[in-house]
């Protein structure tokens, strides 16, 4: 009950600000008899209603997972998040090890299998990524080994 | 006959060493990915994507590949289901039903044999159905203005939203958030920005396969870590596999039917291959009554699923082909990669690149004949890829996923895009809201507002232009009721709950 009626809340305001900020865009003096905010508009009307029909008849809540798995959870999600950002500046090796070991840790809670896997998906798939498919990854920071 | 020397040039294509060497690549990761429970054949293909375009390989090598990829990821899905009772992916929910007892009772091997027929039956029969059907369907096609692919767009969104899902609203929410996103970006009428809070990475717009990755692979990451590899449980022994003659000869009637019924569910925009086994698999009950024994591991209870699945498989590719709307999550995936290959489908796509959709039709015959030489003889090696345990397997699903989009873009931004984007797709389903809406929305929400505003520029704006030919009327009929209907029926058509022991 209680989250699909905060999540219809969410859709709703969401959808709220969608309309608004369509409202904004400017129209050229090229202009269509629709134009580019009609359809925006419309969608989050639509987005708005169906919204409000879940406040209104929201169904029971599913299972939300307790509060130690949702730290793994927002964990892996940080992990993911400083990957993105690592990815370019410290090459592909590094960052992969440790991300991968992090989540395989998330996943099986054991300590050795998560750094072997970590070091173990790191070199295979630079070695399938890089020699077997040749795409261009950058193993190493620039400027290290030489 | 047209359709003959139209098949001889796709063989001529498809026969090429090299795209015959794609094809068995392609369906031999194929199975591998529809066995691995976790990964099936949207995310599978989804994963796939951003790496195949990155190697530069040319549209029909691309698409040759990733069909493979489909259809055997399809073959593969019953895998996990018979043994495990895990459904390797959604449409292998029904094989579970059957497949399952069967296993337990030390028929593990006759179950994959069986199954690996009816999905071969099920799949030639549909690209058989394929290559007669979209010829004709693309003439019709070509009467189609505006106002009829505007009325098209929203059968696929309310047929999908109707059938697919248990709440109307929160499938409406699900199609809303996916147009809304193909909002964003550059106006190509008007040339302006629209949307983009003024943020310059988001001036070319959110791309599709982004959300798609994201969508698809990234929360089933986060979806493992709340379980803890909790679902990687040991199912049944596989003991010494011999093919039962006698099995198959006593379901020929039924995978036909399946068949059938699977490929007519598959053609239906937005229905798509869950609903191919699932209509099939309750027919067949329903034929077989009370003696039947379905549910209790009996060989036609594992081969109406499988066939039906596999059928409509082949029959969501005829509207994906001819007008460009995907009939389930997985070709929405797949038209995400015909957009990548800059392949426009439609009516069009069979007068301008006939080598293309022939070529496309004759390798999945070949890659159906593949399969089944694969699937039977090598089953024991696909039952060995589903002991790769979650802390292995999802790491790597993540890392691919990675590497696929940062080696499109080069841009963090992408990259940071894809986990929000999978944050999204974990909250969507924990509420079960449907996320294929999602990607639809994405992908067709330029083509819808376009329709829309050329049918105004056309009818000077007037809005009963929309209603104005037979076709469009019966779409939007068809639309309402695909939407409203299932309210109804929803009762009688209640999904049977897997098999608990």
Redesign the interface.
């Known amino acids: 009950m209680a989250?699909?009626r905060l999540?219809g809340l969410v859709?709703l305001m969401t959808?709220l600000a969608?309309i608004a900020?369509?409202t904004q865009?400017?129209?050229?003096f090229?202009?269509?008899?629709?134009?580019?905010k009609a359809?925006?508009m419309l969608?989050?009307g639509?987005?708005a209603?169906?919204?409000l029909?879940?406040i209104i008849?929201p169904?029971p809540s599913?299972q939300?997972?307790v509060l130690k798995?949702f730290g793994?959870?927002l964990i892996?999600?940080l992990v993911?998040?400083a990957?993105?950002?690592a990815?370019?500046p410290f090459g592909?090796l590094f960052p992969?090890a440790v991300?991968?070991?992090i989540?395989?840790?998330?996943?099986?809670?054991?300590v050795v299998?998560?750094m072997l896997?970590?070091v173990?998906?790191?070199i295979g798939?630079f070695i399938l990524?890089k020699y077997a498919?040749?795409?261009?990854?950058v193993p190493f920071p620039q400027g290290f080994l030489s | 006959m047209d359709i003959m020397s139209n098949l001889a040039l796709g063989f001529s294509i498809a026969l090429s060493p090299y795209t015959l060497f794609l094809a068995v690549i392609g369906c031999f990761l194929g199975t591998m990915i529809g066995a691995l429970p976790g990964l099936g054949p949207s995310n599978g293909v989804a994963i796939l994507i951003p790496?195949t375009f990155?190697?530069g390989l040319d549209a029909t090598s691309a698409l040759v590949l990733m069909t493979s990829v489909y259809y055997g990821a399809m073959y593969g899905g019953r895998i996990s289901s018979i043994l495990l009772n895990i459904p390797g992916d959604e449409p292998a929910l029904m094989t579970t039903l059957d497949g399952y007892p069967m296993a337990k009772q030390g028929r593990a091997g006759d179950a994959l044999v069986l199954s690996g027929v009816a999905s071969f039956v099920g799949a030639f029969l549909a690209t058989v159905g394929l290559l007669l059907l979209a010829p004709l369907l693309a003439r019709v096609a070509y009467l189609f203005g505006p106002a009829e692919y505007f009325a098209l767009y929203l059968l696929a969104f309310c047929t999908l939203g109707g059938v697919a899902s248990?709440?109307q609203?929160?499938a409406?929410?699900a199609?809303?958030?996916g147009?809304?996103i193909a909002?964003i970006g550059v106006?190509d009428?008007?040339?302006?920005p629209?949307?983009t809070?003024g943020n310059m990475h988001l001036a070319d717009g959110i791309d599709f396969l982004v959300a798609i990755v994201g969508l698809f692979a990234?929360a089933e990451?986060?979806f493992?870590?709340?379980g803890?590899?909790r679902n990687s449980s040991i199912g049944v022994k596989l003991e010494k596999v011999v093919v039962p003659w006698r099995d198959i000869w006593l379901v020929k009637w039924t995978m036909l039917r399946a068949s059938l019924v699977g490929f007519v569910a598959g053609i239906l925009p937005g229905a798509g291959a869950s609903l191919g086994s699932f209509l099939a698999y309750m027919s067949e009950k329903s034929i077989a009554g009370k003696e039947g024994g379905f549910g209790t591991g009996v060989a036609k209870g594992v081969a109406a699923p499988e066939s039906g699945n596999n059928a409509a498989a082949g029959g969501a590719l005829v509207p994906m082909l001819t007008l460009g709307v995907p009939g389930s999550g997985t070709t929405a995936v797949l038209l995400a990669l015909l957009m990548t290959l800059n392949i426009t489908p439609g009516p069009t796509l069979f007068t301008d690149r006939p080598e293309v959709v022939w070529g496309l039709i004759a390798s999945l015959l070949i890659a159906n004949v593949v399969l089944l030489l694969m699937n039977v003889p090598l089953v024991s090696f696909f039952v060995r890829i589903l002991m790769v345990?979650?802390?292995?397997l999802?790491?790597?699903v993540?890392?691919?996923s990675?590497?696929g989009i940062?080696?499109l873009s080069?841009s963090?931004f992408d990259?940071?895009l894809?986990?929000a984007f999978?944050?999204l797709g974990?909250?969507l389903r924990?509420?079960?809201?449907p996320t294929v809406p999602v990607i639809l929305g994405i992908l067709l929400g330029g083509h819808?507002?376009d329709a829309?505003?050329r049918a105004?520029?056309l009818s000077?704006?007037d809005f009963m232009y929309l209603f104005s030919s037979p076709i469009a009327i019966g779409f939007w009929i068809a639309a309402i009721l695909g939407f409203v209907a299932p309210m109804f029926l929803r009762n009688v058509l209640a999904k049977p709950q897997r098999v608990t022991d």
């Open positions: 989250s699909d999540f859709v959808a969608f900020s369509a865009i400017q129209t050229s090229l202009s269509d008899p629709v134009g580019p359809f925006p969608i989050g639509v987005a209603i169906s919204a029909v879940m008849k169904d599913p939300w997972p798995t793994s959870l892996a999600l993911l998040v990957y993105a950002y990815l370019k592909f992969t991300t991968a070991a989540l395989s840790y998330q996943i099986s809670s054991r299998p998560s896997t970590g173990g998906l790191s798939l990524f498919l040749k795409l261009g990854l | 790496i990155t190697l248990n709440n609203a929160k409406a929410i199609s809303c958030i147009l809304g909002m106006d009428n008007s040339g302006m629209r949307l809070g990234i990451v986060f493992f870590i709340e803890h590899g345990p979650a802390w292995i999802l790491p790597g993540t890392m691919i990675f590497v940062y080696s080069g963090y990259l940071l894809m986990v999978g944050v974990y909250v924990k509420l079960d809201v819808m507002e829309l505003r105004m520029v000077d704006g």
